[in-house]
Nanobody
Framework: QVQLVESGGGSVQAGGSLRLSCAAS????????MGWFRQAPGKEREGVAS????????YYADSVKGRFTISQDNAKNTVYLQMSNLKPEDTAMYYC??????????????????WGQGTQVTVSS
């Protein structure tokens, strides 16, 4: 079992930046992907970015490419999501997730078995 704790959410104006952190504990060697997902009211949870932990290879949703960067600090078992040039449509609850994936679509939420409690990001225009 992997426990995940997110931090760093908040309210910003459009064009601003935020950095989310996700600290993992427990059997972290049992997962090879860590990702960020978001869910806005009335919408389905969607994949934002994910990182393949052994190599650091990253994946992004088209909607955030060039604006968001996912990174990891293996020594701290922490994954970050640097968000820049934020837009009102980025407003959502952001969740950190961890899973053991082999091929396939990284952005499918049900493929990730461990989830954090979420942190709210609100972007005003």
């Amino acid at each position: 079992q992997v426990q995940l704790v997110e931090s760093g959410g908040g309210s910003v104006q459009a064009g601003g930046s935020l950095r989310l952190s996700c600290a993992a504990s427990g059997y972290t060697n049992s997962v090879n992907y860590m990702g960020w997902f978001r869910q806005a009211p009335g919408k389905e949870r969607e994949g934002v970015a994910s990182i393949y932990r052994p190599s650091g290879y990253t994946y992004y949703a088209d909607s955030v490419k060039g604006r968001f960067t996912i990174s990891q600090d293996n020594a701290k078992n922490t994954v970050y999501l640097q968000m820049s040039n934020l837009k009102p449509e980025d407003t959502a609850m952001y969740y950190c997730a961890a899973g053991l994936l082999f091929g396939g679509d990284w952005s499918v939420p049900m493929r990730y078995k461990s989830w954090g409690q979420g942190t709210q990001v609100t972007v005003s225009s």
